[in-house]
């Protein structure tokens, strides 16, 4: 089936703009996680929608950071007044159940590339 | 998360089982440890994971020690497009992941 999407796959904006990111995850998938890597570095987590619990938006960096997710389907990541430290690739990441007792596997989309200039 | 340590870097000849060892000394008894590999400019894939019976399936093999405190991820038959950094990564269920450095595995015609 279709795995986890994310537009755009690129993004260029001017430092000082807001940009809005998407992340489409894997039907039925009830867990959503943003994540955030810079270049030549591990990936950061950024925040965890899990169903209708409130979100763990501890990885969030400041408060120029924000996420949205409607139930368990699309998440939007948005990011006022961006600055050139914001210059990073966006990984987006779904997961489910699979039995009862066992463990989450993340299926992780392309990643939305953006560049602050 | 329990924390864990992987060397920097590895090699192996293509054709070749590649053995990936992981330190987790302080995993705690609900926590999994999960493997992914991140090939590079692209997302990261999930592998393997386990509690504390190896595990096998079509891409790789996990092998826990008895007292869990270690593991090893091995690729039976390594090739070229194997070559990615690779994650161990231990956590409880449904949390985030805490990626560290990885180890980078080159593999060599």
């Known amino acids: 089936g279709a795995g986890v999407s994310q537009s755009p796959s690129n993004k260029v904006t001017e430092k000082g703009k807001d940009v809005e990111l998407r992340c489409d995850p894997i039907s039925g998938h009830t867990a959503l996680y943003w994540y955030r890597q810079r270049l030549g570095q591990g990936l950061e987590f950024l925040i965890y929608?899990?169903?209708?619990?409130?979100?763990?938006k501890s990885g969030l960096p400041s408060d120029r950071f924000s996420a949205e997710r409607t139930g368990e389907s699309v998440s939007t990541l948005t990011i006022q007044r961006t600055q050139q430290e914001d210059s990073a690739v966006y990984l987006c990441?779904?997961?489910?159940?699979?039995?009862?007792?066992?463990?989450?596997?993340?299926?992780f989309g392309p990643g939305t590339r953006l560049t602050v200039t | 998360d329990a924390k864990t340590t992987q060397p920097t870097s590895m090699d192996c000849a293509e054709g070749r089982a590649a053995n990936l060892p992981c330190n987790h000394s302080?995993?705690?008894?609900?926590?999994?440890v999960y493997w992914y590999r991140q090939i590079h400019s692209q997302g990261p894939q999930y592998i393997i994971h386990?509690?504390?019976n190896n595990e096998t399936n079509e891409m790789a093999s996990l092998i826990i020690t008895e007292d869990r405190k270690s593991s090893t991820l091995i690729l039976p038959h390594a090739t070229l497009r194997d070559t990615a950094v690779y994650y161990c990564?231990?956590?409880?269920?449904?949390?985030?992941?805490?990626f560290g450095k990885g180890i980078t595995l080159s593999v060599r015609p």
């Open positions: 302080t995993i705690s008894g609900n926590e999994y």
């Open positions: 929608f899990q169903g209708n619990s409130a979100p763990d």
């Open positions: 990564i231990v956590r409880v269920v449904d949390s985030k992941l805490t």
């Open positions: 990441a779904s997961s489910s159940l699979r039995f009862a007792g066992g463990a989450y596997e993340q299926y």
């Open positions: 386990g509690l504390k």
